[in-house]
């Protein structure tokens, strides 16, 4: 019998999402400004899970928007929400301005074109 890996997988998360199933990570999608294919992979997870099962926490779609930009008083709040198993998706283009404390509880998804 093999042994199931620890290591968070990206596939796994949107699945869960899509079962309404808990994550314990939030993803950043990290990413200069342009076409890097974003927005694109957005669109899809909420097209893959349904847009029933997303709700609005940004202008852009489903999405924290410019995570890097959210103050210090926000950060417990979005920890709180991770921590209670709720997932969230999350976009940058400036990872190194992201608090370091919610990168503890995130994955990162380096995107390039």
Same mark, same amino acid.
């Given at each position: ?15 869960? $999402? ?5 994550? @314990?990570?939030?993803? +950043? ?11 694109? $992979? ?6 893959? +899970? ?5 709700? @609005?926490?940004?202008? @852009? ?26 997932? +969230?998706?999350? @976009? ?9 404390? $919610? ?5 990162? +998804?380096?995107?390039?074109?």
């Amino acid at each position: 019998m093999g042994r199931r890996s620890r290591h968070f997988h990206e596939r796994s998360f949107v699945d869960n $999402l899509k079962n309404n199933r808990p994550n @314990d990570k939030m993803i +950043i999608l990290s990413g200069k400004n342009g076409r890097n294919g974003k927005t694109t $992979l957005i669109k899809e997870i909420i097209q893959y +899970i349904g847009e029933n099962n997303c709700y @609005d926490c940004a202008p @852009d779609n489903n999405v924290f928007n410019g995570i890097e930009s959210y103050h210090k008083k926000q950060v417990p709040l979005l920890k709180n929400i991770i921590t209670y198993k709720q997932s +969230i998706i999350a @976009d940058t283009n400036r990872i190194e301005n992201v608090n370091p404390s $919610l990168l503890e509880v995130s994955k990162v +998804i380096n995107m390039y074109h």
